[in-house]
């Protein structure tokens, strides 16, 4: 059956972990749009936040790419929801494109938690994460945190901001799945 599970949220809210779970359990591919953008980090220098944004274009029309050649994956990202007015995430537009079932797996955690793990992970330095203020992050966070999820199909909405064993999280997606 085709199927693509789109995991959305904030940054920081646990969607690569969650999918990369998911991912395994299911045994389906998993298409991290940072992962792509990582690798382009490694082959150009990342001076400035205009050389992110254009990396950052050619990771997503890869992640695109890759996402349209399967039959099932997880796709996760820092996703552009369609009612937000900063030009920040991944377009979605194309999503409700690709064939079969499409299911929304949305990782909610509090602007705070999100701001904290932000801060607090360690990425390549080519995100330029060093360039937001915790108050920032925490106000960027609260406005696109109220904008909820994407709307992609049917929405699974999980707790991923208070410690939970990610084996629940898992099941509560699989399980959401059966129906």
């Not at 940054?11 to 382009?40: M, N, W």
């Not at 254009?54 to 929801?81: G, M, P, T, Y």
Request: glycine content about 6%; overall charge neutral; proline content about 4%.
């Amino acid at each position: 059956m085709k199927h693509f599970i789109v995991v959305t949220g904030l940054p920081a809210s646990g969607k690569s972990t969650l999918a990369r779970a998911i991912a395994s359990s299911l045994a389906i591919p998993l298409f991290d749009k940072d992962t792509l953008l990582e690798a382009q980090f490694e082959n150009l220098p990342v001076p400035d936040a205009k050389t992110r944004k254009n990396l950052s274009q050619l990771a997503d029309h890869e992640f695109r790419k890759l996402a349209c050649k399967v039959d099932s994956a997880i796709l996760v990202s820092w996703w552009k929801h369609p009612l937000s007015l900063v030009d920040s995430g991944t377009h979605t537009e194309w999503l409700t494109e690709l064939p079969g079932k499409r299911t929304e797996v949305h990782c909610n955690c509090s602007a705070n938690v999100a701001a904290e793990r932000f801060l607090a992970r360690k990425r390549h330095t080519g995100h330029l994460d060093n360039r937001w203020t915790r108050l920032e992050l925490i106000e960027n966070f609260t406005h696109q945190a109220a904008l909820g999820p994407l709307g992609i199909g049917e929405v699974i909405e999980l707790d991923t901001g208070s410690p939970t064993e990610l084996v629940n999280l898992v099941d509560q997606v699989i399980k959401a799945l059966a129906k």
